[in-house]
């Protein structure tokens, strides 16, 4: 139930003012691995298949583990770091949960 200090927010979706805070838990995007395991910021993920980075020259192959993930504001990108590469996102649908 809304709190009376709630901020209220227009959901466009509904054409109703609705409290911030359920709009809030009701925003959160759920990130989904190749296998359909639900990711979170700080897991580990391995690559199901090799992948060319672009603006590298290098190839990420099979297997190789990526550590302490980040989710961003899309549901199909991760935000990483590997040895070598500055501003690596992959997409979910290459990786699965460790």
């Not at 989710?71 to 935000?79: A, F, G, M, Y």
């Amino acid at each position: 139930m809304a709190d009376e200090n709630d901020d209220y927010v227009y959901d466009e979706a509904t054409g109703e003012w609705r409290p911030a805070s359920e709009m809030a838990a009701a925003a959160r995007i759920e990130v989904r691995d190749a296998a359909g395991n639900l990711l979170a910021d700080g897991d580990s993920v391995a690559l199901i298949k090799d992948l060319k980075v672009k603006g590298a020259g290098q190839t990420l192959k099979q297997g190789t583990v990526i550590r302490s993930i980040r989710l961003t504001d899309n549901d199909q990108e991760i935000d990483c770091r590997y040895e070598g590469i500055k501003g690596l996102v992959l997409r979910a649908e290459f990786v699965r949960k460790r």
